[in-house]
Structure formats: C-alpha cells, structure tokens
Nanobody
C-alpha cells in the first residue's frame, strides 16, 4: 500500500510559478513510476507528466511541455512538479499517482492516487 499526499497548490497569477510536492508513505514507491494528473470538474482526468523510478525518463502532455518539470527524490520519497509560466487553463485539481509501468500513467491508469491539491491561475 502506498499513500500519497500532495501539497503546494494555491492561487497564482498568469505567468507565475508553483511547485507541487508529492510525499509517499513508503520506500516501496521508489519502484513505482510516478506521475501527475489534473482534473477540472465536469471534465475528464488529464495526464500531465510522469517520471520513471530511476528518474531517467520523463514525459509530458503537449499542453505543459516546456513549462512544467517533473523530478523525484527516491531517498526522500518525494516527487516534484515545478510549474512555470502558468496559464488560466492550467487551473485544476492536481493529483499525484503511482503505477508499476509508465505506459499505464500515460493512459491515465494508476494503482495509487493522492487526494489532490487545487491550483488556480487567475488571468
């Protein structure tokens, strides 16, 4: 069982930055691929980014590529999503998730997910 807790969300103006953090409850998470999703009420969950357990491979949704950076520190059981040049369309609840395969995260599938943190970008 892996418990994930997100933090770092908030209200920011367009063009600003936020740093989301995901803390995992167990070192088992170091063997999971980790990712971020976001969801707006009434819309489908959207893949944002993933990072492999070694940290050697990452992938991003086209809408965030070049603005967001995902990283992980397995020693600290933490995954970070650095979000720069935020846009109003980035407003959503952001979720951290864990899956055995990166391909699963890319398809929106995961074994564990956190409760989410709200990100609001004002224009």
């Amino acid at each position: 069982q892996v418990q994930l807790v997100e933090s770092g969300g908030g209200l920011v103006q367009a063009g600003g930055s936020l740093r989301l953090s995901c803390a995992a409850s167990t070192r088992t998470s170091s063997r999971y691929e980790m990712g971020w999703f976001r969801q707006v009420p009434g819309k489908e969950r959207e893949f944002v980014a993933y990072i492999t357990w070694s940290g050697g491979n990452t992938d991003y949704a086209h809408s965030v590529k070049g603005r967001f950076t995902i990283s992980r520190d397995n020693a600290k059981n933490t995954v970070i999503l650095q979000m720069n040049n935020l846009k109003p369309e980035d407003t959503a609840v952001y979720y951290c998730a864990a899956a055995p395969l990166a391909a699963s995260l890319r398809k929106g599938e995961y074994d564990y997910r956190g409760q989410g943190t709200q990100v609001t970008v004002s224009s």
